[in-house]
Nanobody, 119 residues
């Protein structure tokens, strides 16, 4: 099992910035992928950004150039720096961990943190 704790959401004006944090604990493998997903009201959960334990990042087209994902393996932590926020970024943001432990795939989710972009 892997547990995830998120923090950093809140209310911000359009054009503003927020930084989300996610701390993982438990059966964490050396090779894994962590990421951020979001779900807006009435919509399906969608990928925002992922990063491998080797540091390779991938982004949704809608956030490229505005969001930056980073991680520190020694701290089992991942962050999402969100700049130039838009109202359409409003959603619950979820941290995700995906890895293999003892030949078994672990796919864990955090509880979510609300991000609201509004004037």
């Amino acid at each position: 099992q892997v547990q995830l704790w998120e923090s950093g959401g809140g209310l911000v004006q359009p054009g503003g910035s927020l930084r989300l944090s996610c701390l993982a604990s438990g059966s964490i493998s050396s090779n894994n992928v962590m990421g951020w997903y979001r779900q807006a009201p009435g919509k399906q959960r969608e990928l925002v950004a992922t990063i491998t334990s080797g540091g390779t990042a991938d982004y949704a087209d809608s956030v490229k150039g505005r969001f930056t994902i980073s991680r520190e393996n020694a701290k089992n932590s991942v962050w999402l720096q969100m700049n130039s926020l838009k109202p359409e970024d409003t959603a619950v943001y979820y941290c995700n961990y995906n890895g293999i432990w003892m030949l078994r795939r672990i796919d864990s989710w955090g509880q979510g943190t609300q991000v609201t972009v509004s004037s």
